[in-house]
């Protein structure tokens, strides 16, 4: 039969703001995180990460913070350049045998010039 | 630099034919897994392996096998290809707690 495509959430901004992506996880016993780029035609590349013994870790324009109580993950790129369009994934780690990664959906940031 | 090749950018199959796709990590990594990809549906795990000759089943194995002979290898295979199993497949390697993508394989079963 027929399949219907389903589509992304996009986050539209200019560029020069600030950029915030969501993320809700599923499972209480993660003990990791890690945010994912993926452009088009490329696989994801990591981004930035934190474990579940922090709230907030910053990088390079980027900060990832957790909410553990609403099991709720959100990254913010500051000064969102052109560059930045792309794809989001987030990413929990459960533990156990090989280190098993659960995404998200992922989001499509698109930055207006 | 951690390199993971996917042996194909593209491939187009047939229903029906059995499709054997290629990962290869150079990093003496234990942990490799494949993904499917498709749109609004994120990166949905298939199989992992950590270890050679270990495999477990991720959240879609029901028409796929893998293959791990050798450590730096993990293949995956479509025993019978069918037009829903047209999707982007994506292989990772894990080394402590980041992992490492290929540049994946779009696919095309017709």
């Known amino acids: 039969g027929e399949s219907v495509g389903l589509h992304l959430p996009t986050l539209s901004v200019q560029e020069g703001d600030n950029s915030i992506i969501n993320c809700a996880y599923s499972?209480?016993?993660?003990?990791?995180f890690i945010w994912y780029k993926q452009e088009s035609g490329k696989g994801p590349q990591f981004i930035i990460d934190i474990r579940s013994n922090m709230d907030k870790r910053q990088g390079q324009r980027v900060t990832v913070l957790l909410n553990k109580t609403v099991k709720h993950l959100s990254l913010q790129i500051a000064a969102t350049q052109p560059g930045d369009s792309a794809v989001y994934f987030c990413?929990?780690?459960?533990?156990?045998?090989?280190?098993?990664?659960?995404f998200g959906g992922g989001t499509r940031l698109m930055v207006k010039p | 630099d951690v390199k993971v090749t996917q042996s194909s950018r593209y491939l187009v199959k047939r229903t029906g034919e059995k499709v054997f796709l290629e990962c290869v990590q150079d990093?003496?990594?234990?942990?490799m897994f494949w993904y499917r990809q498709d749109p609004g549906l994120g990166l949905r795990l298939i199989y992992f392996?950590?270890?050679?000759?270990?495999?477990e089943k991720g959240d879609i194995p029901e028409g796929y096998s893998v293959s791990r002979e050798k450590k730096e290898r993990f293949s995956l295979i479509l025993e019978s290809a069918s037009t829903n199993q047209t999707s982007m497949y994506l292989c990772a390697s894990i080394w402590n707690t980041e992992a490492f993508f290929g540049q994946g394989t779009r696919l095309t079963v017709v």
């Open positions: 392996s950590y270890d050679v000759k270990m495999k």
């Open positions: 990413a929990e780690r459960a533990g156990g045998a090989g280190n098993m990664l659960t």
């Open positions: 990093m003496d990594h234990e942990n």
């Open positions: 499972n209480s016993a993660s003990d990791y």
